[in-house]
């Protein structure tokens, strides 16, 4: 069975710059897997921030940014807002099944 | 604007079977696939499957292979995703997502609850 992984938990200060990676245990991140990104905030549905490894959505801020680095897909973001404290999730695709990675709760502090 | 709206909050006993529901509206809807996603309290989300709103063709995840059925009524621009045999274990909060720009647009969540 195929596992994402993410960081259970990341600190940032307002204003600073957090990264947050996704990794798969069948090996690479590639941009084959498509990596997409959603943030999570208490009692909402998720909302898309990036596609296919960097694309944004209209209403992606700026600030977010997705790459891959070293085998992993990665979620920049840079100047962080109070409002980012949120669950953010990644998820790939792997031939017509998703699998969600186990989210990273970001704490702006 | 893209808006999908899901059917109300359910509460089933262990055993029976429950059929949510989700309404596409500001775009074509057969043109985009459908994801159903779930979410238990306090965990990550998890795919359960996805259906070619234009074919009806659907791929649904090992994990619910033989309790889940998901469909589609382009007529009525609707989804529906359906999951048998329930018990405790299911009790979570149930998303239909499209498929468009990677995982687009997501409904607002169905909490479905299984208790005796």
């Known amino acids: 069975q195929t596992v994402v992984t993410q960081e259970p938990s990341l600190t940032v200060s307002p204003g600073g710059t957090v990264t947050l990676t996704c990794t798969s245990s069948?090996?690479?991140?590639?941009?084959?897997?498509?990596p997409n990104w959603f943030q999570q905030k208490p009692g909402q549905a998720p909302r898309a921030l990036i596609y296919?490894?960097?694309n944004k959505h209209s209403w992606t801020p700026a600030r977010f940014s997705g790459s891959l680095l070293g085998g992993k897909a990665v979620l920049t973001l840079s100047g962080v807002q109070p409002e980012d404290e949120a669950e953010y999730y990644c998820?790939?695709?792997?031939?017509?099944?998703?699998?969600f990675g186990g989210g990273t709760k970001l704490t702006v502090l | 604007q893209v808006q999908l709206v899901q059917s109300g909050a359910e509460v089933k006993k262990p055993g029976a079977s429950v059929k949510v529901s989700c309404k596409a509206s500001g775009y074509t809807f057969s043109n985009y696939a459908m994801r159903w996603v779930r979410q238990a309290p306090g965990q990550s989300l998890e795919w359960m499957g996805w259906i070619n709103t234009g074919s009806g063709h659907t791929k649904y995840s090992q994990q619910f292979q033989g309790r889940v059925t998901i469909t589609r009524d382009t007529s009525a621009n609707t989804a529906y995703m359906e999951l048998s045999s329930l018990r405790s274990e299911d009790t979570a909060v149930y998303y239909c997502?499209?498929?468009?720009?990677?995982?687009?647009?997501w409904g607002q969540g169905t909490l479905v609850t299984v208790s005796s």
């Open positions: 069948t090996g690479a991140v590639t941009s084959g897997y498509y």
């Open positions: 296919s490894t960097s």
């Open positions: 998820l790939l695709y792997y031939d017509g099944v998703v699998v």
């Open positions: 997502a499209r498929e468009g720009y990677g995982v687009d647009y």
